[in-house]
T-cell receptor
Framework: DTGVSQDPRHKITKRGQNVTFRCDPISEHNRLYWYRQTLGQGPEFLTYFQNEAQLEKSRLLSDRFSAERPKGSFSTLEIQRTEQGDSAMYLC??????????FGEGSWLTVV | LAKTTQPISMDSYEGQEVNITCSHNNIATNDYITWYQQFPSQGPRFIIQGYKTKVTNEVASLFIPADRKSSTLSLPRVSLSDTAVYYCLVGGFTGTASKLTFGTGTRLQVTL
């Protein structure tokens, strides 16, 4: 069990650029979640995959955001045309079925 | 998901027992109560989960009264390394997706 890995840990980008974050879940976990966390707030749910199927998306996930999980393994979260309001930590978590979620260390995004 | 209310912050001295109480008046029959710990710039880490009465593990105890409208996380003999944000969550783990709903949490500051 190597834990949930996220890459990159930090990203600084100019407004309007696209960014992509990758999440590698714990290998046997079939569920994968993305959350967003801003300073002083708790994490907010963005979206959820069971295997390769994206089963739920929060209304926080605007059309500039897209997430994929090809082959039910790693996942990517892409943000197009970034805005300053997208600056946050993006957290990935995974679980085996209904078991508790294990979080990664997060990917910090700063949009300048 | 049931809304939770917990103190914004708490202070403690090293070696003391810390009790953090969370209110969840609208908890549903199928809801579990889960506590997570989060250090700065890290993802949340699972501490303990319970449904009713008392649960104890190697790091904490969770007390849940019969009406389940509140719960208390107890941290015995805290150390400086317990300085973190503690989140109380209800729900999850029994439906199709846990989709954790975090509040703003309780910031615990432990000093010498």
């Amino acid at each position: 069990d190597t834990g949930v890995s996220q890459d990159p840990r930090h990203k600084i980008t100019k407004r309007g650029q696209n960014v992509t974050f990758r999440c590698d879940p714990i290998s046997e976990h079939n569920r994968l979640y993305w959350y967003r966390q801003t300073l002083g707030q708790g994490p907010e749910f963005l979206t959820y995959f069971q295997n390769e199927a994206q089963l739920e998306k929060s209304r926080l996930l605007s059309d500039r955001f897209s997430a994929e999980r090809p082959k039910g393994s790693f996942s990517t979260l892409e943000i197009q045309r970034t805005e300053q309001g997208d600056s946050a930590m993006y957290l990935c978590a995974s679980s085996l079925g209904r078991d508790r979620e294990t979080f990664g260390e997060g990917s910090w995004l700063t949009v300048v | 998901l049931a809304k939770t209310t917990q103190p914004i912050s708490m202070d403690s001295y090293e070696g003391q027992e810390v009790n953090i109480t969370c209110s969840h008046n609208n908890i549903a029959t199928n809801d579990y109560i889960t506590w997570y710990q989060q250090f700065p710039s890290q993802g949340p880490r699972f501490i303990i989960q319970g449904y009713k009465t008392k649960v104890t593990n190697e790091v904490a105890s969770l007390f849940i009264p019969a009406d389940r409208k509140s719960s208390t996380l107890s941290l015995p003999r805290v150390s400086l390394s317990d300085t973190a944000v503690y989140y109380c969550l209800v729900g999850g783990f029994t439906g199709t997706a846990s989709k954790l709903t975090f509040g703003t949490g309780t910031r615990l500051q432990v000093t010498l």
